[in-house]
């Protein structure tokens, strides 16, 4: 049972590039999501998914785009790369169930660096 | 959106020290999460604790909704303790809304 798998895990962009976060879970979770951690802060939701084909910003959505087209798997887009976008990126999963301990489940992360 | 807010933001533990760690919120929440992020950036999931009081070992929680507090107590600390502890909360939309963390360190 791997859990929530992220790859790359380092990666450099220049300005101006695009690149596709990868993240994928095996554990039949309905919720996933993307975040990011900068510098000494916590976690900021940048987009979030309640089932496949549904996503929803979240609170820092601007320069990227989500998709779910199946269960397991939640791409995080990144277009026109900008320094701002210097980051680690942190993908989660949990399981419907309002009101309960939803399982929430981190992946190692993605740290990228742009130049 | 809601306010999590941690203190303190770094304390430093001789090892087989005890400490507690505080996170406020500024709403009603139906969710309340305590994580650890280990030093190689890894986030694990301690407690699920929206009230009430759970122990885990040498970590114990509590959580007291009406008065919008959680503490993270930690008895006896190991080097392996050290990291980042995130208080984290949700309202009701599934989303966590995260605490900057408070970072500890405890030397051998």
């Known amino acids: 049972n791997a859990g929530v798998t992220q790859t790359p895990k380092f990666r450099i962009l220049k300005i101006g590039q695009s690149m596709t976060l990868q993240c994928a879970q095996d554990?039949?979770?309905?919720?996933m999501y993307w975040y990011r951690q900068d510098p000494g802060m916590g976690l900021k939701l940048i987009y979030y998914?309640?089932?496949?084909?549904?996503?929803d910003k979240g609170e820092v959505p601007n320069g990227y785009n989500v998709s779910r087209s199946t269960t397991e798997d939640f791409p995080l887009r990144l277009e026109l790369a900008a320094p701002s976008q210097t980051s680690v990126y942190f993908c989660a999963s949990s399981y419907s169930g309002q009101g309960g301990d939803y399982g929430y489940t981190f992946g190692s992360g993605t740290r990228l660096t742009v130049v | 959106g809601i306010q999590v807010e941690q203190s303190p933001p770094d304390l430093i533990l001789q090892e087989g020290a005890n400490s507690t760690l505080r996170c406020n919120f500024s709403d009603s929440v139906n969710n309340l999460q305590w994580f650890h992020q280990n030093p190689w950036g890894q986030l694990i999931n301690l407690f699920y604790i929206p009230s009430g009081t759970k122990q885990n070992g040498r970590l114990s929680a509590t959580t007291v909704a009406t008065e919008r507090y959680s503490l993270l107590y930690i008895s006896s600390s190991q080097t392996t303790d050290s990291g980042v502890y995130f208080c984290?909360?949700?309202?009701?939309?599934?989303?966590?809304?995260f605490g900057a963390g408070t970072t500890v360190t405890v030397r051998a």
């Open positions: 984290a909360v949700e309202t009701g939309d599934y989303k966590l809304s």
């Open positions: 998914s309640v089932g496949a084909g549904i996503t």
């Open positions: 554990m039949n979770h309905n919720y």
